[in-house]
T-cell receptor, first 114, second 111 residues
């Protein structure tokens, strides 16, 4: 049981390039999330997918798109990368336990945009 | 909107002592709160959660206390060990639409 996996682990992009961050979970969770974490900050929600077939914007969605490919996979796309998108990106999935959506996180993708 | 904050960015404790990490929140409608531990270079790791209708919840060496009157929660770690060194985040949630995180407290363990 690998939990939440993310690829790639590291990426360097030039301004204007595009890329897709991949995320997969093997816990049969319905909900999945993408967050970004900047230095000295907590995580901020970019997009989430409450269930397969649905996606919704979070706190900081500008410059990103997402695709919930199936129940296991949730990808994040940067169409035209900007230096402000330099960050660590975390994917998470959640299970409902006792009325709480407990979120479990992947190891992160460290993205630098030059 | 919701904001979640921690009182201290850094907390230094002696190995073997108890640690108390504090957090304040703004939205009294939050249904639950979760504490996460993040070690350097890793993703946040789930520690313990508490529903808004509870005052206290205990886990293995950890206790979370919730005071809804002053919108404050704390994480207590008993007999702190070197492996407890990490950044600790509190987060507030209300459904499947994601969590609001605080900025984190860096717990430093001194020998």
């Amino acid at each position: 049981n690998a939990g939440v996996t993310q690829t790639p682990k590291f990426q360097v992009l030039k301004t204007g390039q595009s890329m897709t961050l991949q995320c997969a979970q093997d816990m049969n969770h319905n909900s999945m999330y993408w967050y970004r974490q900047d230095p000295g900050m907590g995580l901020r929600l970019i997009y989430y997918s409450a269930s397969e077939g649905t996606t919704d914007k979070g706190e900081v969605p500008n410059g990103y798109n997402v695709s919930r490919l199936n129940k296991r996979e949730f990808s994040l796309r940067l169409e035209s990368a900007a230096p402000s998108q330099t960050s660590v990106y975390f994917c998470a999935s959640s299970r409902l336990a006792g009325g709480i959506y407990e979120q479990y996180f992947g190891p992160g993708t460290r993205l630098t945009v030059t | 909107g919701e904001s979640v904050g921690l009182h201290l960015p850094t907390l230094s404790v002696q190995e073997g002592d108890n640690s108390i990490i504090n957090c304040a929140y703004s939205n009294s409608a939050s249904d639950y709160f979760i504490w996460y531990k993040q070690e350097s270079g890793k993703g946040p790791q789930f520690i313990i959660d508490i529903r808004s209708n509870m005052d206290k919840r205990q886990g293995q060496r950890v206790t979370v206390l919730l005071n809804k009157t002053v919108k404050h929660l704390s994480l207590q770690i008993a007999a702190t060990q070197p492996g407890d060194s990490a950044v600790y985040f509190c987060a507030a949630g209300g459904g499947a639409d994601g969590l609001t995180f605080g900025k984190g407290t860096h717990l430093i363990i001194q020998p």
